[in-house]
């Protein structure tokens, strides 16, 4: 049974800093792509990075490059969202999804299982 179980969201100000975790299992993930989206109250969920889980490369949307980085650990099976300087318009509940595809794709109906999702929320 595959299970992506997010932790790591919380509250902070606005310039701080969180580390999400996406602790994954039921798959063997190196045949994967893992993504993170985003949804903020009243907006469509949208996607905010992604990574190939064999070879590590990964892509961003635009409001994030420079400030988030994935990562994967693959004797954890987990894999991160490192976020940096964050603003207030990054609050939202994060969703970890996995596509069973090594395929880069920033759709979320590519994406095959999703997480519970965590609540980040960036005060100004």
């Known amino acids: 049974q595959v299970q992506l179980v997010e932790s790591g969201g919380g509250l902070v100000q606005a310039g701080g800093s969180l580390r999400l975790s996406c602790a994954a299992s039921?798959?063997?993930?190196?045949?994967?792509?893992m993504g993170w989206f985003r949804q903020a109250p009243g907006k469509e969920r949208e996607f905010v990075a992604g990574?190939?889980?064999?070879?590590?490369?990964?892509y961003y949307v635009d409001s994030v490059k420079g400030r988030f980085t994935i990562s994967r650990d693959n004797a954890k099976n987990t894999v991160y969202l490192e976020m940096n300087s964050l603003q207030p318009a990054d609050t939202a509940v994060y969703y970890c999804a996995a596509r069973s595809s090594t395929y880069r794709s920033t759709r979320r109906n590519d994406y095959d299982y999703w997480g519970q999702g965590t609540q980040v929320t960036v005060s100004s």
């Open positions: 039921g798959r063997t993930w190196s045949n994967y792509a």
């Open positions: 990574i190939n889980w064999s070879i590590g490369s990964t």
